[in-house]
């Protein structure tokens, strides 16, 4: 039989049924919530277009090599 997953920070069950857990101190536990948060869909359903570093050096019109020995 499987444990249930705990929440590190407040020690509550972190299934579907229990959405926030709380800490002793009564305040909403900050693990639980960005646990939540990152559950929810995106605002904005365009996805972020990723560029490494010489797509994104060639866009902006600068050098696509490394130029960091140049100015030595």
């Known amino acids: 039989m499987a444990k249930e997953t705990l929440c ?3 020690g509550q069950p ?3 049924k229990v959405p926030l857990g709380r800490l002793p101190d009564g305040r ?3 693990s639980c919530a960005d646990r939540l948060l990152d559950t929810l869909p995106p605002l904005l359903p365009a996805p ?8 994104w050096a060639e866009e902006e019109g600068g050098p696509a090599e490394d ?3 140049q100015g030595a």
């Open 14 to 16: 972190t299934g579907p």
């Open 48 to 55: 972020i277009q990723e560029l490494d570093f010489e797509e």
């Open 67 to 69: 130029d960091f020995q």
């Open 8 to 10: 590190m920070a407040c």
């Open 28 to 30: 909403p536990c900050p």
